[in-house]
């Protein structure tokens, strides 16, 4: 029974977050301007996290000095560039991270 239960408690707060922005903002009610400023803003400001929160524990003062991380961020940031395309430049980045990590940079044991 408690499975059941979780699986319809997740299925109704699913629902409820698709449907509360139809309630909310109606098609044929104009949507407020601090609802626009954030649609303007947050994605850059969730990027910005992003990027710290990924390199908050690099150390660059010892080896690998931050390596495979950079290169991977700059892996990301030139393929977005040249393709515009997210599944190829995240993914991208994030297998080129895991290749360095595991197999280049990786501790001798």
């Known amino acids: 029974m408690y499975v059941v239960f979780t699986i319809l408690t997740v299925a109704a707060a699913t629902f409820l977050t698709r449907l509360l922005p139809f309630l909310l903002f109606p098609a044929n009610k104009k949507t ?3 609802v ?3 649609g303007r803003v947050l994605p850059y400001a969730i990027m910005g996290m992003l990027i710290i929160y990924c390199f908050k524990d690099v150390n ?3 080896r690998p000095y931050g390596l495979p991380e950079l290169s991977a961020s700059l ?3 030139l393929a ?3 393709k515009h395309n997210l599944l190829l430049s995240i ?3 994030t297998v080129l991270y ?3 990590v595991q197999a280049v ?3 001798s044991s």
């Open 105 to 107: 940079f990786c501790p």
């Open 80 to 82: 977005h560039k040249w």
């Open 91 to 93: 993914g991208g980045g």
């Open 32 to 34: 407020p301007e601090f």
């Open 75 to 77: 892996f990301v940031i």
């Open 60 to 62: 660059f003062l010892s």
């Open 36 to 38: 626009l400023y954030l």
């Open 98 to 100: 895991m290749l360095l």
